[in-house]
């Protein structure tokens, strides 16, 4: 039992409420939608809920993966630490000066 807490110790608890930005992040958490399986591990564990699934007529598949509002991210990480850790490894972390130039997105 000891083995299985240690494996789960990078996962935070579950917020009652989500949370709102108050800074500009300096990550920004980007799904890689072809790698994600669509299982929804990571969304019950975003402090601000920010995770949605992709629209059904983007895919047209059973279960589609999910989708971060970026304009919400807070960039705490916890999403793709949960991803990796509980489920695959479809989330990453990049810098947000290189998420607004490789996705012509600004963030504020």
Known sequence: ???????????????????????????????????CTGCQVCVPFCPVDCIETVPTEKYDIPIPPVQIRFDECIGCQICARVCTKLTWDAIRMIPTAEFEETYNILIS
């Open 1 to 35: 039992m000891v083995k299985l807490k240690a494996h789960y110790k990078g996962i935070p608890e579950l917020s009652e409420e989500p949370g709102k930005k108050k800074k500009k992040p300096k990550l920004m958490a980007v799904v890689d939608e072809d790698n």
